[in-house]
């Protein structure tokens, strides 16, 4: 039976999963963190009080989708110590650290998450349902001696003395759903990210409405108004660059829509150097976000504290002249890099790469990359909806391949 | 050493009906084209030994019906591995059946000139014309002084795309060769959305390439012998300048096919989808439509660039085989129609998302075109339709009916059903804090739920009932959320009397039969509400709650 081997169980590497098995093709899914859903899992939905189509619900969708599905094994905590390349496809050299939990065992009472003395160490999976230990927030981790969960589990479904084991792995084909790389706005000092209170990045700003915390201000506290700046870490030759990231003019407006629509009250503008088509009825879009957005087309030249504490922005006018502008809180729409140090780890041919477009880049014609397939955000940035898209499309490839394979022919 | 590192359990499906239909052309697809895109497909299912008609749309002109492709006179009907169309070829009329439809049309590359009012003329044309002149080596419109340039206007009103602005890049890298050359380009906002095109466009500014932006003064345009000059405040150094091009070249808008409708409006809810196959809710991705069998491809879905849209037709070949090869039935239970209680009345064939139900002395509803969402169930005036076991299809009547809800043990609980593509989803990271004081019931669809079990959980001993459905706009069944809000509002109404005989837009009474019998004193004491979630809103839910728990509190 052909097995295809499905590195990252990000949006990409999910539907990838999926869509094998229902092409019949077995896979295993692996992923290095306790939980699957990669990137994706980290966005908050947008819907007002309609869905934004921004996709994020997906993984949500996909994640159940594959616990329903036979044929992918889904392999979490697993790292990908070597690989090689075989007559046959490729062999993986597994690190499979565990789960601690026994997921078919607990019974999601959750008296375990409550006497853990590490606030982050035992989370929910929102998938599941199931508790999981975060091992590096673990006191383990630490060197510091607790088994407070062990102790209390009702179900006995907890085992911290588990040890990680390493295990060979034969695949017919490899996969590479290695996603993206936010990029880290501290490398732009200039927007003052990580000196300037206020100043948050996009994802920052995600995290704070997937943790409602926007609804759980005071009327007081409530931001009265946000700066969105856009292209931080895309369109860029000086961070060499030179590509938009394609996602952000399409998620910074929806967050502004999002805010909007939580706070009417609340003044959002929005830097920009071309805003880029996003979604079906663009026009319609637009023309509702820039009834509610102030756009101005100018990149800060900086951002620092202003006088009341507050992220002051300057930038220069239309005419020339140069404005300050304070706002409540700012957010650096980051772009996309390629996830190098994955890739880099998982096949020694592909090297990491600057930038998705590179010349060293990956291409499915050259013999050192047989029975290697790349999906999703590994290939230069894209939406979550034309991820799947991706992987809808790179599944055909496979069983393609895997079909020429079997029926002996040499696939060029 | 009994590690269970694959922590996420599976549970087991059962696999039935490898064979759409009985009397099934599944062999037989037919793509609707007019152009490569549609070539294209038919040359790769034809490889995989398909039965491929490749059409061209519905005939609209004479000059249609000298093609040689035979031409469709009218809609496409029916369901997968048995659709219908008719056709005319040679001058005959013909109808045939088809297991697959595929809507492959080319893009509709809307000319702007009126837009801009501007009159094409030689040295006035549109983006594909001037790619065309050069791919065929014509030469272009005589240059008047020393210099030749070249206009273009990209996205100066209304909104452009990616794909144009690199068939302005295209035209401009190709266009090197021509001795004292000078592009201008006259935009809003670049489209530098797609692979390499920033790269090349900062390349041809630093070759030379002047970009100007406009923000709200846009240039405008004078008549001047057969071309026009262009009056403009440079957007940088706000002074007035005039330009006289040797030739003058507009976007276009790239819209979807203008038949869609015609000939796909059958088979898909097109006035929800409008102006594309596929409907809004993200749910249907790749090439998938609400409706099984029918597939749409690149510009039916709104895709205009060369490389998603072969994308498209790799992934349709793939779809087809897909379910030529595994198809495969998930599902334990399906509606069912009781030809005994059926009235034709036809509202399950009107309200069904996935176009699954036809009709001939009572209700069809086709087996491999249902997607379960039970919409049909809820909304039959008569209670005809149930679901029933799947192996107990052939020749089911209702007396299969499988009894899922037991509002036994809900005294002093809240009822919560749960919509299983979203608000079932976001509730189980947080059950383990309302494990004891909710009884949850996931269902396909909140569309799925009928007026019948509202009013039996109301009546139950429960404190109040909470119904989680997907947002407006991203439920799988199209509309299933919203159907379902409408009957939770008219129940509401219907309780607290504010109206008393609420009337519905299709003159039905709102008030839901069996609503009368709920006492108003019992009714008061309890609370009803719907809302809308994702699978990833954990919080909305909670709050949701959260505010039922104040209301009960309050009463």
Redesign the interface.
Known sequence: MKKVAVIGSGISGLSLAHELG???VNSILIETLPLPGGNT?RF??K?T???Q?????????Y??K???N?RV??????EILDSRQTAKGYELLLH?N??F????SCS???ICKKVCPAPKAIL???????F?INYSECLLSQNMQCSACEQVCPEQAINLE?QP?DENLEVDAVALATGFEAFDPAQKPRFGYGRVPGVLSALDLEEMF???RF?NLQENDRPSSIAFIQCVGS?D?KIGR???S?VC?GYAMRSARLLKFKFPEIKVSMFYM????FD?D??NR?DKASQEVNLI?AIPSEIRSGPSGKPEITYYG??DQVIQEEFDLVSLSVGMGPATTSLAGILGTIEPRAD??GSNSFNPNNPAFKGAFLTGCAL??KT??ES???S??V???I?FYLNKQQSGVEVE | ?G?????????S?TITKPKLTEDSQEQRVLVVGGDWIGEEIASRLQKIGLDVTLSAAIATSDADLNQSAPLLTGPIDGQIGQFQATFIESDNHTSKPFGFVIAAQPAKAKERFNLYGLKQSQRVITVSKLLALINEGQPLPERVGEWYHIAFIDDLI?????TVLSQFVDCIERLKSIDKLQAYVFTR???????????RY?KLRENGVIFF?F?NNLPTFETQSDSYRILFEEPLL?QDFELTPDLLVIDEELRPPEDLKETFGQLVPFEISEP?LQT????F???LTSKAGVFAVGPTR?IYDRQ?II??I??V???V??IL??SKD?RSLAPVVDKSKCAVCLTCVRLCPHGAISFSDSAIISVPSCQNCGICIAECPMGAIAYSQINQLVGANTSNIVKEFNFEDCAGKIVLFLC???AA?????????Y?DDVVVFEVNCAGSLQTKTILDALNSQASAVLVGG?????CASVYGNILCDNRIQSINQAITGLESNPVGESGKSLIPAGAATLQRQEAKAKVLRFV?T??????VLM?AISSISQELSDL
Do not use: W
């Open positions: 229902e092409a019949g899992a908050s939905c819907a009080d309609s869905c189509r921004c996709g994020a619900c997906l993984v949500q969708d994640v159940s594959i616990c329903r036979d094994e889904l392999l979490l905590n697993c499979k565990p789960a939990i026994d997921h078919l999601k009472c959750g929910v999976d929102p998938f599941t349902g199931s999981f588990l084991i997937r943790n409602g609804e369109r030759s030179n590509y938009c394609r003019c071309d805003i880029q088509t079906r663009f026009e637009i087309r239309v005419n998705f477009y230069g940035p979550i909806q799947i898209d991706d809808v499309h599944a055909s490839q069983e | 050493m590690l269970k590192l694959n922590s996420y359990i599976k549970k499906i209304g909104d452009s795309e990616p906002h670049l489209k530098v959305a797609g692979p390499h095109l920033e790269d900062r932006k923000d706000k594309y809004e809710s993200p749910r991705n790749s090439v709104g998603s994308q498209d790799e992934t070949e793939f779809q085989k897909k090869d595994h998930s299983s593509r979203s989803q976001a509730f189980k990271s947080i059950e383990f804090i494990k997907c947002f407006k706009g991203n809308q994702a699978g990833n809103t954990p919080e709050r």
